[in-house]
């Protein structure tokens, strides 16, 4: 969720319900100080808000009728997200984004945003609820995209079950920026294991359909897996169906769980320590890679994993709800390490130690 | 509720039982839970075996039967991805002299002076003609012999015409001469490195082994040529310009080890065993020997070679790579020798010094001794389309798969084998009768049972596991 700022703002009577989004600029009269442009609101071409602390130029904000800016764009971040929708076809028991209804004007809020991001925007992410559900709002910010940032990285998270959809995938396929990757969530290789974990009739024969249109229409796909209690024990075979079955794909993801959401509400159900699979985890890594797949480890400390599946494990959790422990002060290995998302509060794996440089 | 999906069987050694499937996918089984699957009972398997019964698409849950069958039909298509695209070896005999009179030639090559079987430049150039009407994005020439370098002006008649059409064709392409080194001078130096032409030779161990049965015509050791010549020919294209093969004989039988040491002290990363072929002079010359010998050779050579990278010598033997990729990954391989259908014909065409068209070298040779039946046509007198739309290709084609084949269509190991159809012609009179007490059949299960025997064996593995990325 994006950052929030506290700021006294004199603000005109007529602010809409919502607020008003615009850019952060840097006021040219008062040094320092920032100033949101905002070309749609109809009294004033800008407004002052003082120098807030963390705000950057070319930052994108919403500001509240409440007087508090919401930071929808981090300028100085690589994961920024677009959220397409709120609502989701699946009820995922880990999911830390519980989904609710769709609000329509999200939509025209991103189109807005989209408009006002400086054109050297290097990465942007999409992602819900389920972003495929709405296939006119993907296709109507491929196009934006494709005109403002044809080199930008643009990651798009989906459960591809809507994909299933040849039509539907293909429309999106052609009017799909050229540096696009879907990062399709599968959590697991049979029916079974999988809609224990997502609660959807057919979902994964879905998502499976989906990934093989991807695939006909030669996409780039990742696959992510969220390792849980209920998966933990098939890793390795989940990995052996997807190399059988998907060796088109670039990338594949296995990931620790973020507790919060409907996996704070099911933590007895499907929170696992990492330290139980690890060893699981190391095989399959291994088998993938030495089989020429490329293969990440997410949101897993190294502290926990072996020392083997190091070089796999990525700085994964997005900068606005990555933390570290007190224990992390020590470890030498800390500016390498994922650490851990702030979201999952008190609720962190065990095993934590400060490593030493050998 | 479950059902089963086709899959083949066969009872290990050890009591447990293999299964692959169609795609390739395998498992093995303890004899209970074989003997429950196969019973229907599937409540009384474990429940991580069943859950891999069902991953590997040995089963499939009913209402999920759908996906089992689109994910099997992909990877069924994707292991037979060499179907697509059309021919892309094209050998050309330019001559069947030799400097050489090896004992198991399969050619029976003539004396270094025996002119009239060259193959004229124009023919060639016909060939090449031809050849570019392929739609192959890959255009592999090969030149043949006899030894290819003793005519190679036809060699380069062929190359000059298909770097002119690739002009305009633009497709990936690639030269390699087949010669015993021998005859190599300066003038065919500069044409291979100009030219980007690969050596593919002949070595079948120390010198000893290798001057036993590679005999030259005129006196001296084939050996000692061999050594000066191919430093030469790395020296001027580069160490890994020049790929070699070993031939087994009865002689190599109990000298594998010494065999892999000259090829690893000759600075080659790897080693090809090649059983002989019983045509030619190899059948006449008795350098025969049953597939249990072979086989052991095979197996010593291999538990040898995997020592040798414990030790840190990287080292590779090119046909157990070939049944690794096979097993152990879901792609399509291009050997022509072991593909179902036959890969004779559609991957891989012979083209006579005539222009006579043939879908294997063994065909050719039977049409030398009499029997033409295998002829695709002829590239002056007929058309492209005549030629690989030709009733022997079909033929080859339709009787040369393993699911169809007697005896194949129930074998454990068809996923990963193929068919010999002229060894199949030869023994029996019928390309598809394979006979199952054959050389050929006996070898490739004695190689499959111990390897899936081995895969259990994590340091072989570490080893082996490897060669399926070679």
Same mark, same amino acid.
């Given at each position: 969720?994006?950052?929030?700022?506290?700021?006294?703002?004199?603000?005109?009577?007529?602010?809409?319900?919502?607020?008003?989004?615009?850019?952060?600029?840097?006021?040219?009269?008062?040094?320092?100080?920032?100033?949101?442009?905002?070309?749609?609101?109809?009294?004033?071409?800008?407004?002052?808000?003082?120098?807030?602390?963390?705000?950057?130029?070319?930052?994108?904000?919403?500001?509240?009728?409440?007087?508090?800016?919401?930071?929808?764009?981090?300028?100085?971040?690589?994961?920024?997200?677009?959220?397409?929708?709120?609502?989701?076809?699946?009820?995922?028991?880990?999911?830390?984004?519980?989904?609710?209804?769709?609000?329509?004007?999200?939509?025209?809020?991103?189109?807005?945003?989209?408009?006002?991001?400086?054109?050297?925007?290097?990465?942007?992410?999409?992602?819900?609820?389920?972003?495929?559900?709405?296939?006119?709002?993907?296709?109507?910010?491929?196009?934006?995209?494709?005109?403002?940032?044809?080199?930008?990285?643009?990651?798009?998270?989906?459960?591809?079950?809507?994909?299933?959809?040849?039509?539907?995938?293909?429309?999106?396929?052609?009017?799909?920026?050229?540096?696009?990757?879907?990062?399709?969530?599968?959590?697991?290789?049979? +029916?079974? =294991?999988?809609?224990?974990? #997502? %609660?959807? /009739?057919?979902?994964?024969?879905?998502?499976?359909?989906?990934? &093989?249109? *991807?695939?006909?229409?030669?996409?780039?796909?990742?696959?992510?897996?969220?390792?849980?209690?209920?998966?933990?024990?098939?890793?390795?075979?989940?990995?052996?169906?997807?190399?059988?079955?998907?060796?088109?794909?670039?990338?594949?993801?296995?990931?620790?769980?973020?507790?919060?959401?409907?996996?704070?509400?099911?933590?007895?159900?499907?929170?696992?320590?990492?330290?139980?699979?690890? +060893?699981? =985890?190391?095989?399959?890594? #291994? %088998?993938? /890679?030495?089989?020429?797949?490329?293969?990440?480890?997410?949101? &897993?400390? *190294?502290?926990?994993?072996?020392?083997?599946?190091?070089?796999?494990?990525?700085?994964?959790?997005?900068?606005?709800?990555?933390?570290?422990?007190?224990?992390?002060?020590?470890?030498?290995?800390?500016?390498?390490?994922?650490?851990?998302?702030?979201?999952?509060?008190?609720?962190?794996?065990?095993?934590?130690?400060?490593?030493?440089?050998? | 509720?479950?059902?089963?999906?086709?899959?083949?069987?066969?009872?290990?050694?050890?009591?447990?039982?293999?299964?692959?499937?169609?795609?390739?996918?395998?498992?093995?089984?303890?004899?209970?839970?074989?003997?429950?699957?196969?019973?229907?009972?599937?409540?009384?398997?474990?429940?991580?075996?069943?859950?891999?019964?069902?991953?590997?698409?040995?089963?499939?849950?009913?209402?999920?039967?759908?996906?089992?069958?689109?994910?099997?039909?992909?990877?069924?298509?994707?292991?037979?991805?060499?179907?697509?695209?059309?021919?892309?070896?094209?050998?050309?005999?330019?001559?069947?002299?030799?400097?050489?009179?090896?004992?198991?030639?399969?050619?029976?090559?003539?004396?270094?002076?025996?002119?009239?079987?060259?193959?004229?430049?124009?023919?060639?150039?016909?060939?090449?003609?031809?050849?570019?009407?392929?739609?192959?994005?890959?255009?592999?020439?090969?030149?043949?012999?006899?030894?290819?370098?003793?005519?190679?002006?036809?060699?380069?008649?062929?190359?000059?015409?298909?770097?002119?059409?690739?002009?305009?064709?633009?497709?990936?392409?690639?030269?390699?001469?087949?010669?015993?080194?021998?005859?190599?001078?300066?003038?065919?130096?500069?044409?291979?490195?100009?030219?980007?032409?690969?050596?593919?030779?002949?070595?079948?161990?120390?010198?000893?082994?290798?001057?036993?049965?590679?005999?030259?015509?005129?006196?001296?050791?084939?050996?000692?040529?061999?050594?000066?010549?191919?430093?030469?020919?790395?020296?001027?294209?580069?160490?890994?310009?020049?790929?070699?093969?070993?031939?087994?004989?009865?002689?190599?039988?109990?000298?594998?080890?010494?065999?892999?040491?000259?090829?690893?002290?000759?600075?080659?990363?790897?080693?090809?065993?090649?059983?002989?072929?019983?045509?030619?002079?190899?059948?006449?010359?008795?350098?025969?020997?049953?597939?249990?010998?072979?086989?052991?050779?095979?197996?010593?050579?291999?538990?040898?070679?995997?020592?040798?990278?414990?030790?840190?010598?990287?080292?590779?033997?090119?046909?157990?790579?070939?049944?690794?990729?096979?097993?152990?990954?879901?792609?399509?391989?291009?050997?022509?020798?072991?593909?179902?259908?036959?890969?004779?014909?559609?991957?891989?065409?012979?083209?006579?010094?005539?222009?006579?068209?043939?879908?294997?070298?063994?065909?050719?040779?039977?049409?030398?001794?009499?029997?033409?039946?295998?002829?695709?046509?002829?590239?002056?007198?007929?058309?492209?389309?005549?030629?690989?739309?030709?009733?022997?290709?079909?033929?080859?084609?339709?009787?040369?798969?393993?699911?169809?084949?007697?005896?194949?269509?129930?074998?454990?190991?068809?996923?990963?084998?193929?068919?010999?159809?002229?060894?199949?012609?030869?023994?029996?009179?019928?390309?598809?009768?394979?006979?199952?007490?054959?050389?050929?059949?006996?070898?490739?299960?004695?190689?499959?049972?111990?390897?899936?025997?081995?895969?259990?064996?994590?340091?072989?593995?570490?080893?082996?596991?490897?060669?399926?990325?070679?």
């Amino acid at each position: 969720m994006p950052k929030r700022f506290h700021a006294r703002i004199p603000l005109p009577r007529s602010v809409p319900q919502d607020g008003f989004i615009g850019k952060v600029t840097r006021n040219v009269f008062a040094r320092g100080d920032n100033v949101v442009s905002c070309a749609s609101f109809p009294l004033r071409k800008c407004l002052w808000i003082g120098n807030v602390h963390g705000l950057h130029t070319g930052d994108v904000v919403r500001i509240r009728p409440d007087g508090m800016i919401v930071r929808l764009w981090d300028s100085s971040s690589l994961h920024n997200c677009i959220y397409v929708t709120n609502t989701c076809n699946f009820k995922c028991t880990m999911c830390p984004q519980p989904p609710c209804a769709d609000n329509p004007t999200q939509h025209t809020d991103n189109i807005r945003l989209l408009q006002l991001l400086d054109d050297n925007v290097e990465m942007i992410g999409i992602t819900g609820g389920e972003p495929t559900l709405f296939p006119k709002r993907l296709t109507d910010y491929f196009s934006i995209i494709n005109d403002k940032f044809p080199n930008a990285r643009v990651e798009i998270l989906t459960n591809g079950s809507p994909l299933a959809d040849f039509n539907i995938t293909k429309t999106l396929a052609l009017a799909a920026p050229f540096n696009l990757c879907w990062c399709v969530s599968l959590h697991g290789d049979t +029916a079974a =294991l999988a809609e224990s974990i #997502m %609660h959807s /009739h057919n979902g994964w024969d879905k998502a499976v359909q989906g990934i &093989i249109n *991807l695939a006909k229409l030669q996409q780039q796909i990742e696959i992510r897996i969220v390792v849980t209690k209920k998966n933990a024990p098939y890793i390795e075979d989940i990995a052996l169906f997807i190399y059988r079955n998907f060796p088109f794909v670039s990338h594949i993801a296995f990931m620790g769980q973020e507790i919060i959401g409907e996996a704070l509400r099911n933590y007895s159900d499907i929170w696992i320590e990492p330290s139980e699979y690890v +060893a699981l =985890l190391d095989r399959a890594v #291994m %088998h993938l /890679h030495t089989s020429g797949m490329n293969v990440s480890i997410y949101n &897993i400390p *190294l502290c926990i994993l072996p020392e083997s599946c190091w070089p796999f494990a990525r700085q994964s959790i997005s900068d606005w709800k990555q933390c570290y422990v007190s224990c992390c002060e020590k470890c030498q290995r800390r500016d390498t390490c994922c650490g851990f998302f702030s979201t999952s509060g008190e609720r962190l794996p065990k095993g934590i130690q400060a490593l030493q440089r050998s | 509720m479950f059902r089963l999906l086709p899959f083949e069987f066969k009872r290990q050694s050890g009591g447990t039982v293999l299964a692959v499937n169609e795609c390739g996918d395998f498992i093995k089984l303890s004899a209970s839970d074989f003997s429950a699957l196969s019973e229907k009972h599937f409540e009384e398997l474990p429940s991580i075996i069943l859950h891999q019964l069902e991953s590997r698409h040995f089963i499939a849950d009913e209402e999920h039967l759908q996906t089992a069958v689109a994910l099997s039909a992909n990877k069924y298509r994707s292991r037979r991805e060499y179907l697509t695209v059309s021919t892309a070896l094209h050998m050309l005999v330019v001559t069947l002299r030799c400097n050489h009179k090896c004992e198991y030639c399969q050619v029976s090559s003539k004396e270094a002076d025996a002119y009239k079987y060259d193959m004229k430049p124009d023919v060639a150039e016909k060939i090449v003609d031809l050849i570019f009407q392929a739609s192959s994005p890959v255009i592999k020439i090969e030149f043949q012999g006899g030894d290819a370098l003793l005519n190679w002006p036809t060699v380069m008649a062929a190359v000059h015409r298909a770097e002119e059409l690739n002009k305009t064709a633009k497709k990936e392409l690639e030269f390699v001469a087949c010669t015993n080194l021998h005859a190599l001078n300066d003038e065919i130096l500069a044409d291979l490195a100009a030219h980007r032409i690969m050596l593919s030779t002949s070595l079948d161990g120390p010198c000893k082994i290798h001057d036993k049965h590679r005999i030259m015509r005129t006196d001296g050791s084939s050996h000692k040529i061999f050594c000066e010549k191919l430093a030469l020919a790395r020296k001027y294209l580069g160490h890994d310009k020049v790929n070699a093969l070993m031939t087994t004989t009865v002689d190599s039988i109990d000298n594998v080890e010494a065999i892999i040491d000259e090829y690893v002290s000759m600075g080659f990363e790897g080693i090809f065993f090649r059983s002989l072929n019983p045509y030619g002079d190899a059948h006449k010359n008795n350098l025969y020997y049953p597939p249990e010998q072979y086989f052991s050779m095979f197996k010593r050579g291999i538990e040898y070679i995997v020592r040798l990278n414990k030790q840190g010598t990287r080292f590779v033997e090119y046909y157990t790579a070939l049944l690794m990729r096979r097993i152990l990954t879901p792609f399509s391989t291009g050997f022509v020798d072991l593909q179902s259908p036959s890969g004779a014909g559609v991957s891989g065409v012979i083209y006579d010094y005539t222009g006579d068209v043939y879908p294997a070298d063994e065909a050719r040779m039977l049409a030398r001794m009499g029997d033409a039946r295998f002829k695709m046509g002829n590239v002056y007198t007929n058309t492209f389309k005549d030629i690989f739309l030709s009733d022997v290709l079909k033929e080859i084609l339709h009787k040369s798969c393993v699911e169809t084949i007697p005896g194949c269509a129930t074998c454990v190991y068809r996923t990963y084998c193929g068919v010999d159809v002229f060894r199949n012609y030869l023994e029996t009179g019928d390309i598809a009768n394979v006979r199952m007490d054959g050389f050929f059949c006996r070898k490739q299960t004695q190689i499959f049972d111990w390897l899936f025997e081995k895969m259990d064996d994590p340091d072989f593995m570490e080893v082996v596991g490897k060669w399926a990325e070679v």
